[in-house]
């Protein structure tokens, strides 16, 4: 499989119960694919996954990859218990997903040499690839660069790496020390320094909103017109730093709510803030920005 560019990692649509609302993901799966996200990940931390029960995981993957068609479909199947997280896996194997992303395990705070034994615990043996995801800010465990080396030769389904330390040298080192493993910047704000440096692309949140703006930026990039691919950079920028200035994925919902695209309410213990002021700016910095592009194609 040629992986893409810019997967998207989708958020779980609930109806106003609280109920998993599977027309809404088909239709959102549809709309992303159809909107500049050439791939989707379900059950990640944008799609609430402490929350989901294996049951609606599944119901959930089976809507998504109607919406998605032909685009591969990566199932979220961390856990801080390995046996858990290889239960899971299998199961997303057994469902038919393109991939699963397996988070560093979160919590207990295991050494390198426990990571290691972790991901190929689960890994080897899967009859489909494995994106690793390292995510200190939320596990409070780094997965490092010579880990990783050492899990891709052990398991060689193990085919990216979702790297959202925030760290640019984290990146090089992963690039260096791992250069047939695919690198997925896990961050937005990110993805132009990524591609620079020579990663596949994105895992994004902003792609729900601004997926053909980023679709743009990487195809700029590929054809080596640096300085467009820059100033669109700089014009995202706003928004994808307004995009976490909550947890992940409580700006994005309450944007996607607000813009009447189909997301429903969020589900406990994740709510709404009082103080909204990033939220407010957060909508219209999209708005100017689509307004900027429709005025643009009008004009030309």
């Not at 988070?103 to 043996?125: D, M, W």
């Amino acid at each position: 499989m040629q992986w893409p560019c810019i997967i998207t990692a989708m958020v779980t649509p609930f109806t106003e119960t609280g109920t998993l609302d599977e027309t809404r993901a088909e239709e959102l799966a549809r709309w992303l694919i159809l909107n500049g996200s050439e791939g989707l990940v379900v059950a990640g931390t944008t799609g609430e996954s402490p929350t989901l029960s294996l049951e609606e995981r599944e119901r959930l993957f089976y809507a998504v990859k109607r919406g998605a068609g032909n685009a591969p479909v990566l199932v979220g199947a961390g856990s801080n218990d390995t046996h858990h997280a290889k239960m899971l896996s299998q199961q997303a194997a057994s469902w038919g997903a393109d991939g699963v992303l397996l988070v560093a395990p979160y919590y207990n705070k295991p050494p390198q040499e426990g990571l290691f034994r972790h991901f190929v615990h689960i890994a080897e043996n899967l009859p489909i690839p494995v994106m690793l995801y390292n995510v200190p800010g939320r596990t409070g465990v780094n997965l490092a660069a010579s880990t990783v080396a050492k899990i891709v030769t052990a398991c060689p389904n193990v085919f990216a790496v979702k790297e959202a330390s925030g760290q640019i040298g984290a990146m090089e080192q992963l690039l260096e020390e791992c250069p047939d493993t695919l690198l997925y910047s896990g961050d937005d704000a990110l993805f132009f320094p990524a591609m620079a440096l020579g990663a596949r692309g994105v895992v994004s949140v902003a792609s729900h909103v601004v997926g053909p703006e980023m679709a743009s930026m990487a195809t700029a990039l590929r054809n080596q017109d640096l300085p467009y691919a820059r100033a669109l950079h700089f014009r995202l920028l706003p928004i994808f730093r307004d995009l976490f200035s909550w947890p992940n994925p409580i700006p994005l919902k309450w944007l996607m709510n607000r813009l009447g695209l189909p997301a429903g309410p969020l589900r406990l213990p994740l709510v709404y803030p009082e103080d909204t002021g990033s939220l407010v700016r957060l909508e219209q910095s999209i708005r100017a920005l689509k307004m900027d592009t429709q005025v643009g194609q009008h004009a030309s």
